[in-house]
T-cell receptor, first 109, second 117 residues
Framework: TQLLEQSPQFLSIQEGENLTVYCNSSSVFSSLQWYRQEPGEGPVLLVTVVTGGEVKKLKRLTFQFGDARKDSSLHITAAQPGDTGLYLCAGDVNNRLAFGKGNQVVVIP | DAGITQSPRHKVTETGTPVTLRCHQTENHRYMYWYRQDPGHGLRLIHYSYGVKDTDKGEVSDGYSVSRSKTEDFLLTLESATSSQTSVYFC????????????????FGDGTRLSIL
């Protein structure tokens, strides 16, 4: 059973469009992290959210932590080809990080 | 970028042979981790270390062992490789344990692609 469910698994959009991906769980987390992974590389941390209802912005990326601290979303405004990658969410579980399977995003020029 | 070096970057070997992957860090971080990443499964924790000679199992530890004799090096060994261990292996480091509710990130290496024929 996957602790963190990410949806959609794959998303392909045109440059300039907006998109939202989701990370859901039935568990409560102290914090959630979002990473982006590009082909042939390891994941790189984008943001950590720690407070229920928190919204963090990183340029065109907006991250939200659910009020109940069980889920999170990532919204990208005016997507660029450089946003292409695998987006991974991770939450603290039993003293370690558990990762979702990821949202594969492809932005077509 | 965090100073993490994984070696080798690619390896092809045969079933039944021993394999050791090395992770070297220059950040003096206390925590080190080994993950495997497979299609349909995502990133799964194999083993982790919280200090020199201090290690613990992750969710997919069967068939793997680890050692950490120095702060900077964390070795992952497959005693007798099987085809099911074909995967991309990532090493990660962190100053403190983000799994304990902290805000510290994990910094990842670029991975080792291991193929077992």
């Amino acid at each position: 059973t996957q602790l963190l469910e990410q949806s959609p698994q794959f998303l392909s959009i045109q440059e300039g469009e907006n998109l939202t991906v989701y990370c859901n769980s039935s568990s409560v987390f102290s914090s959630l992290q979002w990473y982006r992974q590009e082909p042939g590389e390891g994941p790189v941390l984008l943001v950590t959210v720690v407070t229920g209802g928190e919204v963090k912005k990183l340029k065109r990326l907006t991250f939200q932590f659910g009020d109940a601290r069980k889920d999170s979303s990532l919204h990208i405004t005016a997507a660029q080809p450089g946003d292409t990658g695998l987006y991974l969410c991770a939450g603290d579980v039993n003293n370690r990080l558990a990762f979702g399977k990821g949202n594969q995003v492809v932005v077509i020029p | 970028d965090a100073g993490i070096t994984q070696s080798p970057r690619h390896k092809v070997t045969e079933t039944g042979t021993p394999v050791t992957l090395r992770c070297h860090q220059t950040e003096n971080h206390r925590y080190m981790y080994w993950y495997r990443q497979d299609p349909g499964h995502g990133l799964r924790l194999i083993h982790y270390s919280y200090g020199v000679k201090d290690t613990d199992k992750g969710e997919v530890s069967d068939g793997y062992s680890v050692s950490r004799s120095k702060t900077e090096d964390f070795l992952l060994t497959l005693e007798s490789a099987t085809s099911s261990q074909t995967s991309v292996y990532f090493c990660a480091i962190s100053e403190s344990n983000p799994g304990a509710g902290g805000n510290q990130p994990q910094h990842f290496g670029d991975g080792t692609r291991l193929s077992i024929l």
